[in-house]
């Protein structure tokens, strides 16, 4: 019916944005649908040929962006059409919003229901389906998604700098029983004093960095490459933790959290690896 099928037109602008360098336009066109208009009235071009416009229905939070920036996709979509005997393609002419789809979450006792595939469902599902997370560990991350879906992202950043302060003890305790097993008691009762009994978490991540870099090699065969560069998520944690849990007047925004939370789902598993692979050193 229609020369490029509104599929193959839809990723075909995706495509161009891409190329240009548009990736943010090229993400949200993904996430829509793309449905022709055809119409009753005659182009005048050539005898018979009716006019067709197109709607671009997005997702409810990107309309504005994409409202600012219709004329540019409108006239990929006409330079992507094949005019033929029926149809003249007139560009996109309408844009309309696709409703938000949403999901049932349940984690213990507790019910949720979030944004169908968001950042926070996918975390919390991967929480509830990964067994080497620890049950303390998944509330204080479940809340801090449930906070951070809610918009309540002074609480979801506390949480998720407990969550992160309890890994970094966490690893710090099996890296001291690894010491203690190497049975170098100067470094080990040095690590318990400096790092274990620290005053605060700034100082145990200070003093913990500095042993990880003596030991380098070690740490490497953990999967940590460059341990300034792995271990820096701890820190940038802990300092917008602080900055929410006191009042210091400094805020963080949605989109960062999100950004926290993604690369916190892929750091926690390899922290937890490495703790076993510690634990199987000294067995």
Wanted: proline content about 2%.
């Amino acid at each position: 019916m229609y020369t490029v099928s509104e599929r193959d037109m839809l990723r075909s602008i995706a495509y161009i944005l891409d190329e240009k360098g548009r990736t943010d336009l090229s993400a949200i066109i993904q996430s829509s649908k793309f449905v022709y208009e055809p119409q009753w009235a005659f182009s005048g071009i050539i005898s018979y040929q009716r006019k067709l416009y197109a709607s671009l229905r997005v997702p409810i939070k990107c309309r504005k962006i994409i409202e600012e920036n219709l004329e540019e996709i409108s006239k990929i979509a006409c330079d992507l059409y094949i005019d033929d005997d029926k149809y003249y393609f007139y560009g996109i002419n309408n844009i309309g919003i696709l409703p938000i789809q949403t999901e049932d979450v349940v984690f213990e006792s507790k019910h949720i229901v979030l944004e169908k595939d968001s950042i926070f469902s996918n975390f919390i599902k991967f929480l509830i389906e990964d067994e080497n997370v620890n049950e303390l560990q998944k509330q204080y991350l479940f809340e801090a998604c449930e906070c951070g879906s809610n918009n309540n992202l002074l609480s979801a950043t506390v949480m998720l700098g407990a969550s992160a302060e309890m890994l970094l003890l966490d690893f710090c305790n099996a890296y001291y029983e690894y010491l203690v097993f190497e049975n170098d008691t100067e470094v080990y009762e040095a690590f318990e004093r400096k790092v274990l009994k620290a005053r605060c978490a700034h100082d145990r991540l200070t003093e913990f960095l500095k042993r990880a870099k003596s030991n380098a090699t070690y740490f490497k065969g953990l999967g940590f490459e460059d341990i300034d560069l792995n271990f820096s998520f701890f820190d940038i944690i802990r300092q917008t933790r602080n900055d929410s849990g006191h009042p210091t007047g400094n805020t963080i925004t949605l989109e960062q959290f999100k950004m926290y939370l993604t690369n916190y789902q892929h750091f926690l598993p390899k922290v937890i690896a490495a703790i076993e692979s510690i634990k199987s050193d000294i067995i």
